[in-house]
């Protein structure tokens, strides 16, 4: 199941344009989804080995089993260089750990410096996702974050509906309990946390 997955994925041809916007940080992603990430070469030894199993006199699990873990070896290897070392995975956990678990700490102060008079005040129904998305920019350029031109970009808030909240709103907090932090993830990564 793996090997197929995998060599679906690696086969598989992916217009980068139809979800991200080709930046410098991205290049050597985009110029890598331009070529082939399985080689002929190993589809063609893939191809022999299910022959010679098929030309095969008598069936022999072991053969199988040898066959399916050299395919399977061989794509693994093919899969954690593309998707770990070409898609940047370790620099995208970083931002994750960056942005969610608030590891940059002075742009989630500067954040709560630039949204405070914000939420003080309940979320206006229309422009409340925006309001709190420029102070969010705001805080990215006052930190550190500005300088992280490859992951801040995905990054942005989002206000979602509560529906728990029946009747007038208690305070001014509760009305943003509705605000979550987004971050749009690319492909082949959102094969690992789809959205």
Do not use: C
Not at 117 to 137: C, R
Not at 163 to 187: C, K, M, N
């Amino acid at each position: 199941l793996f090997t197929g997955w995998a060599v679906r994925v690696l086969s598989e041809k992916h217009d980068p344009g139809q979800d991200m916007k080709a930046s410098e940080g991205k290049a050597a992603v985009i110029a890598s989804l331009g070529r082939r990430r399985l080689p002929p070469e190993d589809l063609s030894s893939f191809t022999q080995v299910f022959q010679r199993l098929k030309d095969a006199q008598a069936w022999s699990a072991i053969e199988f089993e040898h066959g399916v873990d050299t395919i399977k070896s061989r794509v693994g290897t093919h899969l954690w260089t593309f998707v770990v070392e070409t898609s940047s995975l370790p620099s995208f956990l970083r931002a994750l750990k960056d942005y969610f678990l608030m590891a940059k700490g002075e742009f989630w102060q500067a954040f709560l410096e630039e949204s405070r008079t914000l939420m003080q005040l309940p979320p206006k129904p229309f422009s409340a996702e925006h309001d709190v998305n420029v102070a969010l920019q705001q805080a990215a350029l006052k930190s550190t974050a500005h300088e992280d031109t490859e992951f801040f970009p995905h990054v942005s808030m989002k206000m979602i509906e509560s529906t728990s909240i029946e009747g007038p709103v208690p305070d001014q907090y509760e009305a943003w309990r509705g605000l979550s932090l987004s971050f749009t993830i690319e492909w082949p990564l959102d094969l690992l946390l789809p959205p």
